[in-house]
Nanobody
Framework: QVQLVESGGGLVQAGGSLRLSCAAS????????MGWFRQAPKKEREFVAA????????SYADSVKGRFTISRDNSENTVYLQMNSLKPEDTAVYSC???????????????????WGKGTLVTVSS
């Protein structure tokens, strides 16, 4: 199976930027997609962004489109989330996810993925 480890979370002022990283190890052959989800206090987990591992197609939640950018480094088995113009409402635990099922980004974004990291906390102060 694949293991996922996130890094890059921390405290940032509103309007600032952070870049999250997620390194995949173990079995990565046949990886179809990776993405980011987040969960704020007292809120349900929500989709943030996803990327197709082979073709590089991307998908974003409406709340972050234009501010966040997801990218990948195939040679390093790593996915990134560049977060700009951060708002206090972006405060959440951000979790990296991966899947080998070729169901499409729309389906995986809505229904979740099979493999998860432990998450990294992002706190945006006002």
């Amino acid at each position: 199976q694949v293991q996922l480890v996130e890094s890059g979370g921390g405290l940032v002022q509103a309007g600032g930027s952070l870049r999250l990283s997620c390194a995949a190890s173990g079995r990565t052959f046949g990886l179809y997609a990776m993405g980011w989800f987040r969960q704020a206090p007292k809120k349900e987990r929500e989709f943030v962004a996803a990327i197709n591992w082979s073709g590089g197609s991307t998908s974003y939640a409406d709340s972050v489109k234009g501010r966040f950018t997801i990218s990948r480094d195939n040679s390093e088995n790593t996915v990134y989330l560049q977060m700009n113009s951060l708002k206090p409402e972006d405060t959440a635990v951000y979790s990296c996810a991966a899947d080998f099922r070729a169901y499409g980004l729309a389906y995986l974004s809505k229904h979740g993925m099979d493999y998860w990291g432990k998450g990294t906390l992002v706190t945006v102060s006002s």
